[in-house]
C-alpha cells in the first residue's frame, strides 16, 4: 500500500472539510479521487503531502507514518496543484533549477533531469520564457514536470487537466502512462472529468467529506449506472408506457429518455413491446452517471 | 551540507524573483532618493543655520564647501540610516508574497527544513537591502562630492560597515514583524507605517538634541538611535576635523563638542554619554536579541505542527 488512510478528520471551524474518511491506494496503480467543488479533495492531498495537519486519523505514505517521517515522504511524492505554485516571474529552466536544488538535484545530476524533462514534455522552445508569458497550457505542462523533477513514486494530480485542450490532455495522459508502465508510479488523481476517471484502476467518490461509494470503474457502473433508451419515434407512447410503469424519463428536442436500471431490463420492454422500438437507441451508464448518483445530483429528475 | 546548498540555491530564487520585477526595486529605491531631494531642498537651509550658528558662538564663520558637505553628510547619515530599516521592510516581499499564492506550499512538501526557507527570506532581503541601500548612497555621495566632499576612503569604508549593521537590525525586524502578514495590503501598510515612524522616533529627521530631555531618555532605549548615532559619528568626524582648524586650538574641542552635541553624533542617555563602541555593542546586541526571537519564531511555528498532530496519538 503506498497509501493507507485511516478515519481521518479535518475541520475549518464550523466545516467539516473531512469526515472519517478511510482508504487504500496501491502501489503503481491509477487512482480516482472524485467529489463535486468542496468535497474535500484539495484538503485530502493538502494532509497526505504535509502541508495542513490533521484533526484525526492515521496516515501512512510510502510505507511511513505522516507523523513522525513526512521528510521521507517528501522525497517521494510529486504534487501537481489545483493552482500553479511555480515563481511566474522566473522562466521555465530558473523554475526547474530551484526546484530541483531542494531535492538535492544539482550540477550534472540536474543537467541529466533536464533534459530528459525536456524531451519528455517537449519544452525546448520555452524553457527561457518566464512562466507568466506561456499560456495556461504550456503553464501546466511546467507544473507536471516539476512534480515529476525527482522522479517521485507518487503523483499526486489536482484537477490537472482542468483548462486543457484535448490535444494538451492527452499528450499529459500518455506521459502519465508511460511512466506509469516504465517505473510503476502510482498516480493519485482528482478531476471533473469522468471520462478520465474511467480509466483508473480504483475509484473513491467523497461528498461532504465523506466517502458515499468507491470501487473499480466497472465495478461502480453495474452497481450504480442505469441504462438509458432514447426513443427518436413514438415517443408519446413509450412516455405513457414507461410511466405507467414508474420509470423516469426526460423529454429532450429529438428524443424521449427512459431510465432503467440495467442491460436485463432494455432486452425484457425489447421483448415485451417490440412495436415501440423502431427508431431507438440504448446507451451503457457511465462515470458520469455513477457520479451523478451517487452524489445525489441526478440530472435526469421525471 | 546538503541543506547549505539548498540555502543557497533559496537565496538565489527570492533574490531572483525580487530583481526580475523591476518596479519593486524602483520603489524601494526611490522612497530614500524622495527623501534626500525633500532634505536638500527644504531642510538643507535650518541646518546650515544651526552649523552657523554653532560657529558663530565660536568666533569663526564656515567655509562654504565645508558648511555645505557637513549638512549633506548629516543628511545622507538620515537618509542611510533610516533607509537600513525601512528599504527592509518594503523589499521583503517575495517571503508575503510565496504565502500569499501559496508557492510556498510548494517548499512544505518539498524536503527543506522550515528554518532554512525562513534564513533564505532573511539573507536575500538582507542581500537585496544591502544592494538598494549602496546604490542610494552612491546617488547621496555624488550629491555631496559635488557640494564639498571631505570624507576619506576610512570613513567611506565605516559607513558601509554601519550600513551593515543597520540593514541586519531592520532585515531582522521585518523578517520577524512580517512573518504575521499574510496579504500585499498587509505589507504595504506596515511598511508605510514604518517608513513614516522610524525616522522621527530614532531622531534621524530631527536631532535629538531638539526633543526635550524626557522624551530623549525614552528614545534612547531604542536600538535604532544608536546606528543613527554611529552613522554621524562617520560622516561628520572629517567635516568636523576641519571646522575646527578655524578656531583657536583652546576651544577647539569644545567647539567639536558643540557641534556633535547638537547634530546627534555625541549621544547621551541620563545625562551619560555614550560612546562609539558601546553605540555598535547595543545594535549589535540588538541583532542578536532579534535573531534569537527569529529563530523561537520559526521554531514555535515547528512545534505548533507537532502539537497539533502529537494530540491524537
Ligand atoms: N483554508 C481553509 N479555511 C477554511 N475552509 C476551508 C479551507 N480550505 C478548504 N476549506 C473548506 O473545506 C471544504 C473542502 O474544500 P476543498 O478545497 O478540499 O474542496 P475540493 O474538493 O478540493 O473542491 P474543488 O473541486 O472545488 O477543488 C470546502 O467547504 C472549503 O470551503
Ligand atoms: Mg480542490
Redesign the pocket.
Known amino acids: 500500500m503506498i497509501i493507507d488512510i485511516e478515519n481521518l478528520e479535518k475541520s475549518?471551524?464550523e466545516?467539516k472539510?473531512?469526515d472519517n474518511i478511510s482508504f487504500k491506494v496501491k502501489e503503481g496503480e491509477l487512482f480516482s479521487f472524485l467529489?463535486?467543488?468542496?468535497?474535500?479533495?484539495?484538503?485530502?492531498?493538502?494532509i497526505i503531502s504535509g502541508i495542513?495537519n490533521k484533526d484525526n486519523g492515521k496516515i501512512s505514505v510510502c510505507g511511513y507514518d505522516t507523523d513522525s517521517h513526512i521528510h521521507k515522504i517528501k522525497r517521494n511524492i510529486g504534487i501537481v496543484f489545483?493552482n500553479s505554485v511555480l515563481d511566474k516571474k522566473l522562466t521555465v529552466l530558473d523554475n526547474l533549477k530551484y526546484r530541483a536544488a531542494l531535492y538535492g538535484i544539482t550540477g550534472s545530476a540536474f543537467k541529466s533531469a533536464l533534459d530528459e524533462t525536456v524531451e519528455m514534455f517537449d519544452l525546448k522552445e520555452i524553457l527561457k520564457r518566464p512562466l507568466h508569458k506561456l499560456s495556461g497550457g504550456q503553464k501546466r505542462r511546467i507544473d507536471i514536470a516539476r512534480a515529476l523533477i525527482h522522479k517521485p513514486r507518487l503523483l499526486i494530480l489536482?484537477?490537472p487537466t482542468t483548462g486543457l485542450d484535448p490535444k494538451t490532455r492527452i499528450n499529459m495522459w500518455n506521459i502519465v502512462e508511460k511512466l506509469r508502465k516504465e517505473n510503476g508510479l502510482t498516480v493519485f488523481l482528482?478531476t471533473?472529468y469522468m471520462e478520465e476517471a474511467s480509466e483508473s484502476d480504483y475509484v473513491v467518490i467523497?461528498d461532504s467529506?465523506k466517502i458515499v461509494a468507491e470501487g473499480s470503474p466497472h465495478n461502480l457502473k453495474n452497481k450504480f449506472a442505469s441504462d438509458f433508451i432514447k426513443f427518436y419515434n413514438h415517443r408519446e407512447a413509450a412516455q405513457k408506457y414507461f410511466s405507467t410503469q414508474g420509470y423516469r424519463f426526460k423529454n429532450e428536442r429529438d428524443f424521449t429518455e427512459i431510465e432503467l436500471s440495467g442491460t436485463e431490463e432494455v432486452s425484457k420492454f425489447f421483448k415485451e413491446k417490440p412495436e415501440l422500438f423502431d427508431d431507438f437507441e440504448v446507451l451503457k451508464g457511465n462515470m458520469d452517471n455513477v457520479f451523478l448518483k451517487v452524489t445525489g445530483k441526478d440530472l435526469h429528475g421525471g | 551540507m546538503k541543506e547549505c546548498k539548498k540555502l543557497v540555491s533559496l537565496v538565489k530564487r527570492n533574490t531572483k524573483c525580487y530583481f526580475k520585477d523591476k518596479v519593486m526595486f524602483f520603489m524601494s529605491l526611490i522612497t530614500p532618493l524622495i527623501l534626500l531631494v525633500l532634505f536638500v531642498t527644504f531642510l538643507k537651509n535650518i541646518y546650515t543655520g544651526s552649523f552657523t550658528q554653532i560657529a558663530t558662538e565660536f568666533g569663526v564663520a564656515i567655509e562654504p564647501r565645508v558648511l555645505e558637505g557637513i549638512t549633506g553628510a548629516w543628511l545622507m547619515s538620515s537618509i542611510l540610516s533610516v533607509s537600513s530599516v525601512t528599504v527592509a521592510f518594503c523589499s521583503n516581499v517575495i517571503m508575503v508574497e510565496d504565502k500569499m499564492n501559496a508557492n510556498i506550499n510548494d517548499f512544505s512538501v518539498s524536503p527543506i527544513k522550515n528554518t532554512t526557507l525562513s534564513v533564505s527570506y532573511f539573507i536575500s532581503n538582507f542581500f537585496v537591502t544591502f544592494i538598494v541601500i549602496m546604490c542610494v548612497m552612491l546617488i547621496g555621495h555624488i550629491y555631496i562630492a559635488a557640494v564639498g566632499w571631505y570624507l576619506s576612503v576610512g570613513d567611506v569604508f565605516l559607513i558601509i560597515v554601519d550600513c551593515v549593521c543597520g540593514i541586519l537590525f531592520g532585515t531582522l525586524l521585518a523578517g520577524i514583524i512580517e512573518s504575521f502578514i499574510k496579504t500585499q495590503g498587509g505589507i504595504s501598510a506596515v511598511s508605510t507605517l514604518v517608513s513614516s515612524m522610524y525616522g522621527f522616533i530614532c531622531g534621524a529627521y530631527m536631532p535629538l538634541s531638539q526633543f526635550s530631555e524626557g522624551l530623549r531618555n525614552v528614545l534612547g532605549f531604542l536600538p535604532g538611535t544608536y546606528g543613527v548615532g554611529i552613522m554621524r559619528n562617520h560622516y561628520m568626524n572629517a567635516y568636523v576635523d576641519e571646522i575646527i582648524k578655524t578656531v583657536d586650538p583652546s576651544k577647539a574641542d569644545a567647539m567639536a563638542k558643540a557641534i556633535k552635541d547638537g547634530f546627534d553624533a555625541n549621544l547621551y542617555f541620563c545625562g551619560n554619554q555614550v560612546s562609539l563602541g558601546a553605540m555598535y555593542g547595543i545594535l549589535l546586541g540588538a541583532c542578536a536579541v532579534l535573531f534569537a526571537v527569529y529563530v523561537l519564531l520559526v521554531f514555535l511555528k515547528d512545534k505548533k505542527i507537532l502539537a497539533i498532530k502529537s494530540k491524537k496519538c
Do not use: P, R, Y
Open positions: 475549518f471551524k466545516v472539510a473531512v467529489g463535486v467543488n468542496g468535497a474535500g479533495k484539495s484538503t485530502t492531498i493538502n495542513l489545483q489536482d484537477e482528482t471533473h467523497i467529506g
